[in-house]
């Protein structure tokens, strides 16, 4: 069972950066697929990225609208998943979550961004302020 800590959620003012972390336990396997998601209130959950890591490989996807704003990257020695995020908008205002699939592989972790995780974070809240 793989679980996963959220945190680096707060309140920032709009053109602002924050850097979300990620934290796992109990992987059973070097690979992993890892994503962001967020839900804004009175909205669906959206996909916000994901990362896929191997052996000797990495791959990331990030949602259209976002790329250039947020990044995200990987710590494979402190199990960690991070988001960057720059330039923020108050629409940014979301709880952001984390989330990891079962059984990771690359030629599908890209597809995940749109739904798929089997295990998810309780969340880190972000808002944006103008």
């Known amino acids: 069972q793989v679980q996963l800590v959220e945190s680096g959620g707060g309140s920032v003012q709009a053109g602002g950066s924050l850097k979300l972390s990620c934290t796992a336990s109990?992987?059973?396997?070097?690979?992993?697929?890892v994503g962001w998601f967020r839900q804004a209130p009175g909205k669906e959950r959206e996909g916000v990225a994901t990362?896929?890591?191997?052996?000797?490989?990495?791959?990331?996807s990030h949602a259209d609208s976002l790329k250039g704003r947020f990044t995200i990257s990987q710590d494979n020695a402190k199990n960690t998943v991070y988001l960057q995020m720059n330039s923020l908008k108050p629409e940014d205002t979301a709880m952001y979550y984390c989330?990891?699939?079962?059984?990771?592989?690359?030629?599908?972790?890209?597809?995940?961004?749109?739904?798929?995780?089997?295990?998810w974070g309780k969340g880190t809240l972000v808002t944006i302020s103008s």
């Open positions: 989330a990891a699939a079962g059984s990771p592989r690359l030629d599908t972790c890209r597809s995940r961004i749109y739904g798929g995780m089997d295990y």
């Open positions: 109990g992987y059973t396997s070097n690979r992993r697929c």
């Open positions: 990362i896929y890591t191997g052996t000797g490989i990495s791959s990331t």
